[in-house]
Nanobody
Framework: VQLQASGGGLVQAGGSLRLSCAAS????????MAWFRQAPGKEREFVAG???????YYADSVKGRFTISRDNAKNTVYLQMNSLKPEDTAVYYC???????????????WGKGTLVTVSS
């Protein structure tokens, strides 16, 4: 099983980026898919998650700015990030869970991460 994240880069504050995470090796349409991020010197934190039927959850820090979506036919999860702030700078990881929570320790698969840098 592999999760390949892409779409990171350097953007100015107020700009937008769209991250993608393609899964291969098995179908994840029944499971939760999520994005986490880890800034330098900080713990990995939950950003957004989407369950198999489409219900979504967001960290308070990104509500109204980020949108998570999934395409089960493509086995892919997306994160549209708008109104980016310097504090959004981090390595963003996608993950899959067979469980029912969004705790990092409960994720079953992790991608390698993609770096997002927001300049002020």
């Amino acid at each position: 099983v592999q999760l390949q994240a892409s779409g990171g880069g350097l953007v100015q504050a107020g700009g937008s980026l769209r991250l993608s995470c393609a899964a291969s090796g098995r179908t994840f349409s029944r499971y939760g898919m999520a994005w986490f991020r880890q800034a330098p010197g900080k713990e990995r934190e939950f950003v957004a998650g989407v369950w198999s039927k489409g219900s979504t959850y967001y960290a308070d820090s990104v509500k109204g700015r980020f949108t998570i979506s999934r395409d089960n036919a493509k086995n892919t999860v997306y994160l549209q990030m708008n109104s980016l702030k310097p504090e959004d700078t981090a390595v963003y990881y996608c993950a899959v869970t067979y469980g029912s929570t969004w705790y990092p320790g409960d994720m079953d698969y992790w991608g390698k991460g993609t770096l997002v840098t927001v300049s002020s």
